[in-house]
């Protein structure tokens, strides 16, 4: 992540671990969990493209720097932006009013993830990684400044990430959707010389909070026509 290649391999070593482990009790548990459950396995990928990142920065390596930087900001740009409410789709009561909102905050997400990712793929020389405050810093990077104010390009990034959880039928994806909002503010508030890395750090870490959800079946409570083997009064547990 942002400190050191040492702290993004250890952080993408937990979250993968974790997250290849939540998968597949994810999966044996009821397969509406799996695109949440992925999450922390995408961010511990996305952790350990940000280490390569550190490794062609201090090692004088450009071309490292470069796929890295671009595995990095495609989870950051591209990916996350549609996953979220994907996630939020599939796992969303089919009777519910909101479901179909989801996927059209995914399909947003697809177009504005292709306007912030595809052009640096294209043109390599886009792509401005430096360090700042010894962090690594990607703020110089974003097309769409081209385009529109950066406080627009962050308010429509961030209601793409906060905004399905927080419309969820489940309490518990709207309780993921605060652990979410404070991940910004503390984001914004205290580490804006390099918000973009720590961003991805500390929500990557916010993924944990869906680890939980997912091992205490909390979504059987409020749904349990779609989680059957489990009786409702053991999700309170």
């Not at 009821?30 to 493209?49: D, K, S, T």
């Not at 940000?50 to 390596?61: D, P």
């Not at 990712?117 to 990607?138: F, R, T």
Request: charged residues 10%.
């Amino acid at each position: 992540m942002c400190l050191s290649a040492q702290v993004s391999f250890a952080a993408s070593v937990f979250l993968v671990g974790g997250g290849t482990a939540i998968t597949i009790i994810a999966a044996r548990k009821n397969w509406r969990y799996v695109p949440m459950a992925l999450m922390p396995l995408f961010a511990g990928l996305q952790q350990f493209m940000e280490g390569n990142v550190w490794l062609g920065m201090t090692g004088g390596n450009p071309f490292q720097v470069l796929w890295g930087a671009l595995g990095f900001i495609f989870f950051t740009w591209f990916m996350w932006p549609i996953w979220v409410p994907f996630s939020m789709y599939v796992i969303e009561p089919n009777h519910s009013p909101r479901k179909p909102l989801f996927l059209i905050f995914s399909l947003i997400g697809l177009v504005f993830g292709v306007l912030l990712y595809v052009p640096h793929g294209l043109h390599s020389e886009m792509v401005v990684v430096e360090i700042n405050n010894q962090s690594l810093a990607y703020e110089k990077s974003i097309w769409l400044d081209y385009l529109m104010p950066r406080t627009l390009t962050n308010v429509i990034y961030v209601l793409l990430i906060i905004v399905p959880p927080a419309m969820s039928h489940y309490l518990h994806l709207r309780h993921f959707a605060l652990s979410l909002v404070a991940v910004v503010v503390i984001d914004m508030t205290l580490l804006t010389y390099a918000y973009i890395s720590f961003f991805c750090l500390l929500a990557g870490l916010a993924t944990l909070h869906l680890v939980y959800i997912i091992l205490r079946n909390k979504c059987a409570r409020e749904c349990p026509e779609l989680f059957p083997e489990m009786a409702p009064s053991k999700a309170w547990l």
